[in-house]
């Protein structure tokens, strides 16, 4: 079975740093892999997906990650982050074989971001 | 258009009492999927309907069930409520291969 590992549960940082979160998932033939956000009290957004293709992809808010498959790791990153940042983020995986359909996602466990002015 | 949306946002059961969560997915998406996260924890997969059929089923007792109606909407069931199901339910449709869309999800607290 599938499975996602986050490293970091907490990552504080200042604005306008750098920041990187980790996601390392179980190995498979092929996945599909997300990075949702979640603000408090709220639902999921999705921020980024890796479907197929080119590794680095690109994502709303100026969040990008890259998908390496010899190290399973789909890492996520943002050059200078903003307060507004802060915020929980998941990583996911879905079987492709699942259907086809995004609709059996399995998450890891969250990196909660605290970005300090 | 509107988004997922899920009713009630926040619900207190006693223990062993029973409950239904509802979800309206995104107009044309056919596919619904549930999801339990209990503080401090990711989502974890409860079901996925397609087409009014369980496509899905996460490693949940069978206190949990829902269902698919014909207009896409969906409803989760658990009865005999623990403690232990507190927690925010989440809700996804999606089109096929489409991302998954999230709703604002149902705080249910068990007392």
């Known amino acids: 079975a599938q499975s996602v590992t986050q490293l970091d549960s907490q990552v504080p940082v200042f604005e306008e740093a750098p920041v990187e979160l980790r996601c390392n998932y179980s190995?498979?033939?092929?996945?599909?892999l997300f990075w949702y956000v979640q603000y408090p009290n709220q639902g999921l957004q999705l921020l980024l997906k890796?479907?197929?293709?080119?590794?680095l992809v690109k994502g709303i808010n100026g969040f990008e990650a890259e998908f390496n498959k010899s190290q399973t790791s789909f890492h996520l990153r943002k050059p200078s982050v903003h307060i507004s940042d802060t915020a929980e983020y998941f990583c996911?995986?879905?079987?492709?074989?699942?259907?086809?359909?995004?609709?059996?996602?399995?998450f890891g466990k969250g990196t909660k971001l605290s970005v300090k002015p | 258009d509107a988004g997922v949306t899920q009713s009630p946002t926040h619900l207190i059961k006693t223990r062993g009492q029973q409950v239904t969560l509802r979800c309206s997915p995104i107009?044309?998406?056919?596919?619904v999927s549930w999801y339990q996260q209990v503080l401090g924890q990711g989502p974890q997969f409860i079901f996925q309907?397609?087409?009014?059929?369980?496509?899905g089923r996460g490693n949940f007792p069978d206190r949990f069930s829902a269902r698919q109606f014909p207009n896409y909407s969906s409803e989760l069931n658990v009865n005999a409520l623990l403690l232990g199901d507190s927690a925010l339910y989440l809700c996804?449709?999606?089109?096929?291969?489409?991302?998954?869309?999230f709703g604002q999800g149902t705080r249910l607290t068990v007392v």
């Open positions: 996804a449709s999606s089109s096929g291969r489409s991302e998954a869309f």
């Open positions: 190995s498979s033939v092929s996945v599909y």
């Open positions: 890796y479907l197929s293709g080119s590794t």
């Open positions: 996911a995986v879905s079987d492709p074989d699942y259907g086809g359909s995004q609709g059996n996602l399995i």
């Open positions: 107009s044309g998406h056919k596919s």
């Open positions: 309907y397609y087409e009014k059929e369980e496509r």
